[in-house]
């Protein structure tokens, strides 16, 4: 597999179910990264991992939870989620230097329903 | 806050035609401007720009910066049906590793 896989491609969940999103990259990448794509908003930042390490973002929702377990793999836990949660969840990964993102490469994303 | 403006929202063209698409942006210390293009979900790179003035170009597309009017133009010259796609700008600072993307522009191409 080459880029960037993720898995579930769609998902549907109740509120009170507890289901993960994965995310692989085959480009030996160090920093992967979580995006939310709601319909009509900008694409919206939710997590960074940088050389593994979690860039912390205060603005998302504990009910997120990331996992980085190494530089190929991410995972977005997700418990108790709320309808407007529902959205196109992207993975993305680039080669993170000299403090710049550079190009991102995505992943044909993980569409998220929660009824 | 730092933002990122693109316009239009959505381009209706026949196949041949030439679109400019726009993008303007508020950042306190600017690093780089990107161009994506999303077809069905997962954007795909197009340029990215740091100077201003210089075009940067791939086929049929290109694109260049204004870094004292803070803006970007992507152009598309001779659209044909599978250029239909959301365009995708977004702004790099170069105090944070986070990107700022617009809203896209959708642009849909009729043969």
């Known amino acids: 597999e080459t880029g960037v896989t993720q898995t579930p491609r769609h998902l549907v969940m109740g509120m009170t179910n507890k289901k993960s999103l994965k995310c692989e990259q085959h480009l030996g990448h160090n920093a992967m990264y979580w995006y939310k794509q709601s319909a009509k908003k900008p694409l919206e930042l939710m997590f960074v991992?940088?050389?593994?390490?979690?860039?912390e973002n205060n603005s998302v929702p504990s009910r997120f939870s990331p996992e980085c377990p190494n530089s190929s793999h991410l995972f977005l836990h997700l418990h108790t989620l709320q309808p407007e949660d529902s959205a196109l969840y992207l993975c993305a990964s680039s080669q993170y230097h000299d403090g710049s993102t550079g190009e991102l490469f995505f992943g044909e994303g993980s569409r998220l329903t929660v009824l | 806050e730092d933002k990122v403006v693109q316009s239009p929202l959505s381009l209706v063209v026949h196949e041949g035609d030439t679109v400019t698409l726009n993008c303007s942006y508020e950042?306190?210390?600017?690093?780089?401007l990107l161009w994506y293009k999303q077809e069905k979900k997962a954007p795909t790179f197009l340029f990215m720009l740091t100077s201003s003035g210089i075009e940067k170009k791939s086929g049929r597309l290109s694109s260049i910066l204004d870094k004292k009017e803070l803006f970007s133009i992507l152009n598309i010259t001779a659209t044909q049906t599978g250029d239909s796609a959301v365009y995708l700008c977004?702004?790099?600072?170069?105090?944070?590793?986070?990107?700022?993307f617009g809203t896209g522009t959708r642009l849909q191409v009729f043969p």
């Open positions: 977004a702004v790099e600072p170069s105090n944070t590793d986070k990107l700022i």
């Open positions: 991992y940088s050389l593994e390490e979690r860039v």
């Open positions: 950042v306190t210390n600017f690093r780089s």
